[in-house]
Structure formats: structure tokens, C-alpha cells
């Protein structure tokens, strides 16, 4: 059976996510992290692409963008894979994939839900320890945490409303942010986005998603369980015993 097409619209913010083959890593050094890094923000930038956010871990890319076009995420994650890997390849003398698959995306309601997504992945980026952690020096620069949080700036990135509703000036919105990153996200809202990200429906409140649903025409949240309840009108119409004469 052919998959269905990825979802996706313009003006929406979108979490993608692309993993290594087999889990396997991505970025050997310091050198592999500031050249993939290089290549999404310049491909976001002539694709016209706003990129909110970012995280390389060992073994995935993680992604919060806004695209102009319909077609603009898929443009992005082609751009990124093709260049990256070309590079990677030749610079440490493989051949084959580097990547596992198509890449994972799900659409996000602005407001709290994208704001939580600003913090997932700055917190992915900030648990890379141990011996899963990138090549020492690595890490400040893999991920977009610092640009909300006092340190460097990255002009590549657009800070999208909700973090701006967190303070009237930068202080109050980066203390406001850290003070957040410090707070793990409940249960129930990583296993919805974990549903979503696999399924690829949206993530968002109930009328978010029933606004995508009638935009798009196809389903964005799991149907329930189990044959659907008949209403008055269809009990009164149908009959029990259909096979009578």
C-alpha cells in the first residue's frame, strides 16, 4: 500500500525530525556538527523556510520550522539530506545512506503547543551526555538553547510569538524560558506528540486540529475505539433483522 503524502501547509509551524540509519550517528566531530548546522540554516534561508529552532543529537536532527510554501519542508529536508551526506561521505570515505528513511513531521497549534516544542527539543539537545554525547566542543553550538537563554544569538533564527508572549523585554522572556526548561513536560503531552509525530497528524487543541482536518480532508487525531454509537435517526432506520424477506 502506498504511504499517503506528508502533511503539510504554509504558515504553520511544523516539528520534523530525521534520524540516522540504524541509529547510527550523524556528526563523527565538531567539524561534521558546524557543517550540517551550516547547511540547515543556509537552505532554510533561500527556501524561505523560518527556522524557530534546532537540536543535532548523535543520531538525529530535530527541527522547528515555519514554511511559505506547501512544499517547502519537504524542499528543506531534501536540501539538508543531499548536501549533508554528500559532504559526510567524502569526508569520511563511505558510501550508502546516511539516513533512516523519510523524515518524521507534525504540524503545531501556535501558542503553548509550540512553545513546548521550543523546550523539547533545547532539552533533547541538553540531555546529549555520557557516552552518547557529540565530540567535545560540540555542543553549545548544536542547538538553539542558547539563543533563548542568554548566550550567543543566532540570526538564522525566528523567534515565533509564543516565546515573545513570555516578557516585555529579552531578560524577563530568556529567564522566563530557562525557568521553563527546568520543568518536564507532562506524561500525556509527549505520548500526544509521540502519536502524532508517527501517525503524522497534528498537534494541538481539539479545534486546531478539526480546522486542519476540514483544510486538508483527511484525519489528524486518532479515531476511537470500537464500532461508532448509532444516533436516534439511524436506529430508527435500520433494520434488525436485515437477511428477513
Not at 523519510?102 to 504540524?107: E, I, N, Y
Amino acid at each position: 500500500m502506498a504511504r499517503p503524502s506528508r502533511l503539510s501547509l504554509p504558515g504553520v509551524v511544523h516539528y520534523v525530525v530525521q534520524r540516522g540509519h540504524n541509529g547510527a550517528p550523524i556528526a563523527h566531530d565538531v567539524a561534521d556538527a558546524e557543517e550540517l548546522l551550516r547547511i540547515v540554516r543556509d537552505s532554510a534561508t533561500s527556501l524561505q523556510v523560518r527556522l524557530h529552532a534546532y537540536a543535532l543529537e548523535p543520531s538525529a536532527l530535530r527541527l522547528l520550522a515555519t514554511p511559505q510554501a506547501s512544499d517547502g519542508i519537504s524542499r528543506l529536508m531534501q536540501a539538508i539530506g543531499r548536501r549533508y551526506a554528500a559532504t559526510f561521505n567524502r569526508r569520511h570515505g563511505r558510501s550508502g545512506t546516511l539516513w533512516d528513511g523519510r523524515f518524521r513531521s507534525v504540524l503545531v497549534e501556535d501558542g503553548e503547543h509550540t512553545l513546548l516544542l521550543l523546550r523539547l527539543i533545547d532539552a533533547h539537545a541538553a540531555a546529549s551526555t555520557g557516552s552518547h554525547r557529540l565530540p567535545d566542543g560540540a555542543d553549545p553550538a548544536c542547538s538553539s538553547r542558547a539563543h533563548r537563554t542568554g548566550g550567543r544569538r543566532d540570526p538564522s533564527l525566528v523567534d515565533p510569538e509564543a516565546y515573545w508572549q513570555l516578557g516585555n523585554t529579552p531578560f524577563e522572556r530568556e529567564a522566563r524560558y530557562r525557568s521553563l526548561l527546568e520543568e518536564p513536560p507532562g506524561a500525556a503531552e509527549t505520548a500526544a506528540l509521540q502519536a502524532a509525530l508517527q501517525a503524522g497528524w497534528g498537534f494541538g487543541s481539539v479545534a486546531f486540529l478539526s480546522r486542519l482536518a476540514a483544510a486538508t480532508g483527511r484525519p489528524l487525531r486518532p479515531r476511537p475505539r470500537g464500532r461508532p454509537a448509532l444516533t436516534r435517526s439511524a436506529q430508527a432506520y435500520t433494520d434488525p433483522d436485515p437477511i428477513k424477506d
